[in-house]
């Protein structure tokens, strides 16, 4: 299964298996992971599943629809160019080894 | 007050956030997690939608992987319901007869779905759990062209009937009052939601009720008669209060609660759908269905647990996925006297402000999510913003925060 790196906002780094067609916010949420809280579930409805992507990173990522846009401007931390929500970020084969960096809160 | 034991009556949304959010908040005591279904805690709302189209399995649902509790210290106890509380021994007893102690009780024993006192009510499905999502899969399985009557026009009806008209059945929708999603939107978004439906070839009746069900039949109040294949219903929920009620709790349509979500013992609580809680946003006794308020009243809960005093004042939001329509609401909108419409329904992008005595009370967005956050946080604020300044030419919540602020 794709890895992905969670890095919390304190800089402690967590490995996850994510099963294909799962998104990085399920692989953090299934985990336990602190710091991803995706309060409507995927929904593309609450923000607070924001992520920063590593800026490193050259591994290809879901298109951004319009929906995600919009409530990136709502996340609870600031929206940078690197922002994403996790929940619209699909894991397939070719994000083995993705990293996401954490928000301080995302409430 | 850490290591003090905690039992969680139910596993559904609510009760799996009260564990996860103890946890996080610190609580290192034991944590009993008990629900009756078989599945570990999952999420409900992907029933209606991608689960029913089969677009995911329950794999896809849960909502935490099953190696989660054991890592974390939570027992979860799958397949047992709890039928007894003893407050003075304070003990759990669960139907198999194991006894659980504890410290902390919380209720999260959720709703059940309300059956029809009609004639052949027994042919009818509901659609609560994902036993009853597998069985409605198994009646569709493969097939299109079924005949389907869903009995109700509320969020799970409306969203039951987009699903199965995509998968290419004929959909009848059958609602007593004279708009669908009566209490829960305006007429503007209500309209606007029936236009959809029917432009998708659902029938949709309203003002009329179901008089008896028979083996492949519906017979409406009216007279109609309408070839059924399958009926399903979804006609609101009873909140599960009984256990509650016999360990000499106070039951009022919901657990009733205080503003601190607590029962009249101090070690009980009660959280999510079964909950009728002393809302600081209404000032009356409220009860809730949806996700939102389970999951932030399972957080205020345990840290209540842990010691803290806050009351839940979370702002209500709820949302809607039907077609192509992402139809988010923010705060509460039932009994509004005044109602404006923002954007283009034509196109499906418009926002309905509701109004109630000239405060803002909710806002209705249907794919503006915009709106719908702008309009959480004007709520949350307890904010002024008057039909007025909405109605006026050229609002845009974007531009105008900070004039209603």
Redesign the interface.
């Known amino acids: 299964m794709p890895k992905i790196t969670y890095v919390a906002h304190d800089g402690i780094e967590t490995v996850v298996d994510v099963a294909q067609d799962d998104t990085v916010m399920r692989g953090a949420v299934l985990n336990g992971i602190k710091g991803i809280v995706a309060q409507c579930g995927g929904g593309a409805s609450c923000g607070t599943c924001h992520v920063y992507v590593d800026p490193e990173n050259t591994k290809p990522l879901s298109a951004m629809h319009q929906v995600e846009d919009e409530l990136l401007y709502f996340t609870a931390c600031e929206r940078k160019e690197n922002s994403r929500l996790s929940c619209q970020l699909a894991v397939t084969g070719e994000q083995d080894g993705l990293v996401v960096h954490m928000p301080e809160k995302q409430l | 007050m850490r290591g003090e034991s905690v039992v969680v009556v139910g596993a559904g949304q609510a009760g799996c956030q009260v564990a996860?959010s103890l946890?996080?908040q610190g609580h290192r005591g034991p944590i009993t997690l008990i629900g009756d279904e078989q599945a570990a805690p999952y999420?409900r709302?992907?029933l209606t939608k991608d689960y029913l189209a089969g677009q995911t399995d329950l794999?896809?649902l849960?909502?935490?992987?099953d190696s989660?509790y054991g890592?974390?210290g939570i027992e979860l106890v799958r397949g047992e319901r709890v039928v007894g509380v003893d407050r003075q021994a304070r003990v759990a007893v669960l139907g198999c007869a194991r006894t659980v102690s504890y410290e902390h009780l919380v209720f999260a024993t959720g709703a059940r779905p309300r059956t029809l006192p009609i004639p052949g009510a027994e042919h009818v499905l509901n659609l609560r759990t994902v036993a009853d999502a597998d069985a409605i899969r198994r009646k569709l399985d493969g097939r299109t062209g079924l005949d389907v009557v869903v009995i109700g026009g509320g969020f799970i009806g409306l969203e039951f009937a987009a699903v199965v008209r995509k998968l290419r059945h004929e959909v009848t929708v059958v609602e007593t009052q004279p708009q669908v999603m009566q209490r829960a939107v305006s007429a503007e978004t209500a309209r606007h939601l029936t236009n959809r439906h029917r432009s998708e070839g659902v029938q949709v009746l309203t003002g009329t009720g179901v008089a008896a069900v028979r083996e492949g039949l519906v017979e409406l109040t009216d007279g109609t008669v309408l070839v059924a294949d399958l009926v399903v219903a979804g006609i609101g929920v009873v909140p599960n209060t009984e256990v509650a009620q016999r360990a000499g709790l106070a039951v009022d349509d919901g657990i009733v609660v205080d503003a601190h979500l607590r029962t009249a013992d101090q070690r009980v609580h009660a959280v999510g759908d079964c909950a009728r809680f002393a809302s600081t946003l209404t000032g009356g006794l409220t009860r809730l269905e949806s996700?939102?308020n389970a999951?932030d009243q399972a957080a205020t809960v345990a840290s209540a647990i842990l010691g803290g005093a806050e009351p839940y004042t979370a702002l209500p939001w709820f949302?809607s996925?039907q077609y192509d329509l992402?139809l988010?609401i923010a705060g509460l909108t039932d009994g509004h006297d005044r109602a404006v419409t923002v954007g283009d329904p034509a196109e499906g992008r418009f926002s309905v402000f509701c109004f109630k005595d000239d405060r803002l009370v909710g806002v209705e967005a249907c794919n503006r999510?915009?709106d719908?956050?702008?309009g959480r946080?004007i709520l949350e604020a307890g904010n002024a913003l008057t039909p007025e300044i909405v109605a006026s030419p050229g609002f845009d919540l974007r531009t105008s925060r900070q004039q209603a602020a």
């Open positions: 996860v946890r996080e999420q709302p992907p794999a896809g849960v909502l935490r992987q989660y890592d974390n996700v939102q999951t949302w996925d992402k988010q999510p915009i719908f956050l702008m946080r």
